[in-house]
Structures are given as C-alpha cells and as structure tokens.
C-alpha cells in the first residue's frame, strides 16, 4: 500500500516530466502552447491524471488535445525511465477548467463593481427624506415644542 507523500511525490516528479517534454521533445505542430497545471496520482500509484491548459481558441485547444493523446505513449515511457517506479502509471489528459472558473468570477467581480458604482452615484445624488440635519443642536429653545422643558 502506498502512502500519501510518496504519491504526491511522483505526481510532482510526474509533472516536472511531462511539462519539459512537452517544452522540449515533442514537435507535433498541433501542439499549441501548453501548461500542464497539476498531475494528480491514484493511491496505488498506477493511473495519473495530468491536467493542462491551452491558451488560445477552441480549435487550438482541440488540437493540442489529440497533440497529447497521440503523444501519450512517449510521455509515459519518459515517465517510467525518469521516475524508476515497478510499474510505469497509465496518463490521462484532462484540460483544466481554471481558466473558465476563473473567467467566470472575472465577469461576476466587474458586475459587481457596476453595481456598487451605480449605488455610489444614486447614494451621492440622495436628499434626506426629512429634515437635512433632523436633530436638536445645543442652544436651540424648545419653543418650537410648545413650552419649556423643565428640569
């Protein structure tokens, strides 16, 4: 049984690999430009799943995406020479969906931002529904009251 580091380990390791390979060795001119965010290892250290991103249009990003698949063969011999683990663990390619959580927090923080600067235009604009200063100042009479007030 394998414990945890040692599977955070290899998924590190792993990551170090793929992301050099794809920087260096593999010239598949579908690849596009590619960074590999975060490699996670199964507990028997027998499958890793390799998460990437692509920057560019949907059809860059589709073609990097059979780039890697065609490329997974020598991706993996690379792993299991550099890593020396028994037995080489199988790689998936899954593209990461940072960029498009984090467009969508993007979009909702400048929605945000509108409202607040609509709300600060209608707060600056605003007249006081009473009176501007609503509150008795020392040294007014209580005349307006209709009699003095007693102590």
């Known amino acids: 049984m394998s414990d945890a580091p040692r599977a955070r380990r290899l998924a590190d390791r792993i990551q170090q690999i793929v992301a050099g390979m794809l920087d260096t060795r593999i010239k598949d001119p579908r690849l596009g430009f590619v960074t590999v965010t975060d490699v996670r290892v199964t507990g028997d250290l ?59 927090i993007e979009e909702a923080l400048r929605a945000a931002r509108e409202r607040d600067a609509e709300l600060a235009a209608r707060a600056a604009a605003a007249q006081p529904a009473g009176d501007a200063d609503p509150y008795r100042k020392p040294g007014e009479h209580a005349d307006s009251e209709g009699g003095e007030h007693q102590a």
């Open 46 to 104: 027998q499958h890793a799943t390799v998460f990437y991103t692509v920057l560019g249009s949907d059809e860059e990003r589709e073609s990097t995406a059979a780039a890697l698949e065609s490329a997974k063969g020598l991706l993996r011999s690379e792993v299991g020479q550099q890593t020396g683990v028994r037995l080489t663990p199988t790689l998936e390619f899954i593209p990461d969906a940072l960029p498009e959580s984090a467009a969508s």
